[in-house]
């Protein structure tokens, strides 16, 4: 089976950082797009970024320039390095695996959350 697990979210106060681990079970993971969305209380999930099959990266505007989103194709892992962190940046992230081109948003984990706080 394929199976996504996210870890390293936790609280952290403003300004400071932490670093997200997403890591993927199964043979799909050189060849799939990987991403991170987030999701605040009532309000709906978004993208936070993304990694294609080869390495390109794509940032939402409110975290470009703070977020860099990396993976290591011989760990199966992809990684979320959030510096300079922001009370909005509290959500619960969740990692993604995904094949570009198809409507199938492909597959998910739990979740792991992030909360920015003093």
């Known amino acids: 089976q394929v199976q996504l697990v996210e870890s390293g979210g936790g609280l952290v106060q403003p300004g400071g950082s932490l670093r997200l681990s997403c890591a993927t079970s199964?043979?799909?993971?050189?060849?799939?797009?990987m991403g991170w969305y987030r999701q605040a209380p009532g309000k709906q999930r978004e993208l936070v970024a993304v990694?294609?099959?080869?390495?390109?990266?794509n940032y939402a505007d409110s975290v470009k320039g703070r977020f860099t989103i990396s993976r290591d194709n011989a760990k199966n892992t992809h990684y979320l390095q959030m510096n300079s962190l922001k009370p909005e940046d509290t959500a619960v992230y969740y990692c993604?695996?995904?094949?570009?081109?198809?409507?199938?948003?492909?597959?998910w984990g739990q979740g792991t959350q992030v909360t920015v706080s003093s």
């Open positions: 993604n695996a995904r094949v570009r081109g198809l409507v199938w948003d492909g597959f």
């Open positions: 199964g043979s799909i993971f050189s060849t799939y797009d």
């Open positions: 990694i294609s099959s080869g390495g390109k990266t």
